[in-house]
C-alpha cells in the first residue's frame, strides 16, 4: 500500500519559536497533500490543501501566516508553525492523494509548546 | 454545521461480535465515502471506500452498506477481534480535490 511518513513523530518547543514537520510520499507522487489537526478524543479537522507547485489553500479559520505550507515536490510538503504558542499544541497529520481518490495518511506528529 | 453525522459515540462488543458503525450525510453532492482506522498516537488508515453506484462492498472481515435514498451508509465489522479495538471514523468527499469531511468518530472496544 501506500505510505507516507512525518518528521519528527513528536516535538517540544519554546513559546515564539518556529517549528517545521515534514510529510513524504514514499512510494508514490502526491499531487495534493493535506494537512490536519487533531485534538485529544476528536475528530480530524482539515487545515489546508496543497497542490504541488501552487500555494496552499487554508480552511475557514485558520491562520495562513501561523501555518506556512510548502509543497515542493510530488513527495514532500511541510507545515511550519510560526511563532508557536502552548494553544498550538495538538497532534499534526498529513495525508496524500496521487490521482486517485484514496488518501493516505502519515502517522503524525504530537507537537507540545512550552 | 455537521454534514456527517457518525453513531454511536462508542461501541462495546464482544469477541465475534458484528459492531456496526452508521453515518449520515446531507449534501448530495457527496461521491465518496471511506471510512478509517485510527490507533492511539496513530494516523488513520484507510479500511475500505465505496462509490454511491453500489449498494454494498466487501473487503476482507470489513463491509460497507450503502443506502443512497436515505444518505446513509454504515460499516459492519465480521468476527471482531480485540485488536479491532480502534477509533473509527467515516468520511465523505465531492468532486475531483477529494477533500475529506469526517465523522466524530467511534471508539470501539472489543473484548476478548
Known amino acids: 500500500g501506500a505510505v507516507v511518513s512525518q518528521h519528527p513523530s513528536w516535538v517540544i518547543c519554546k513559546s515564539g519559536t518556529s517549528v517545521k514537520i515534514e510529510c513524504r510520499s514514499l512510494?508514490?507522487?502526491?499531487?495534493?497533500m493535506f494537512w490536519y489537526r487533531q485534538f485529544p478524543k476528536q475528530s480530524l479537522m482539515l487545515m489546508a490543501t496543497?497542490?504541488?507547485?501552487?500555494?496552499?489553500?487554508?480552511e475557514q479559520g485558520v491562520e495562513k501566516d501561523k501555518f506556512l505550507i510548502n509543497h515542493a515536490s510530488l513527495t514532500l510538503s511541510t507545515l511550519t508553525v510560526t511563532s508557536a504558542h502552548p494553544e498550538d499544541s495538538s497532534f499534526y497529520i498529513c495525508?496524500?492523494?496521487?490521482?486517485?481518490?484514496?488518501?493516505?495518511f502519515g502517522p503524525g506528529t504530537r507537537l507540545t509548546v512550552t | 454545521q455537521q454534514q456527517v453525522k457518525q453513531s454511536p459515540q462508542s461501541l462495546i462488543v464482544q469477541k465475534g461480535g458484528i459492531p456496526i458503525i452508521n453515518c449520515a450525510y446531507e449534501?448530495?453532492?457527496?461521491?465518496?465515502f471511506p471510512w478509517y482506522q485510527q490507533f492511539p498516537g496513530k494516523g488513520p488508515a484507510l479500511l475500505i471506500a465505496?462509490?454511491?453506484?453500489?449498494s454494498e462492498k466487501k473487503e476482507g472481515r470489513f463491509t460497507i452498506s450503502f443506502n443512497k435514498s436515505a444518505k446513509q451508509f454504515s460499516l459492519h465489522i465480521m468476527d471482531s477481534q480485540p485488536g479491532d479495538s480502534a477509533t473509527y471514523f467515516c468520511?465523505?468527499?465531492?468532486?475531483?480535490?477529494?477533500?475529506?469531511?469526517f465523522g466524530k468518530g467511534t471508539l470501539l472496544t472489543v473484548n476478548p
Open positions: 495525508s496524500a492523494r496521487d490521482s486517485r481518490p484514496e488518501q493516505y
Open positions: 512510494d508514490f507522487q502526491a499531487t495534493t
Open positions: 496543497s497542490n504541488e507547485g501552487s500555494k496552499a489553500t487554508y
Open positions: 449534501n448530495t453532492a457527496f461521491d465518496y
Open positions: 465505496i462509490r454511491p453506484d453500489v
Open positions: 468520511a465523505a468527499s465531492k468532486g475531483s480535490n477529494y477533500k475529506l469531511t
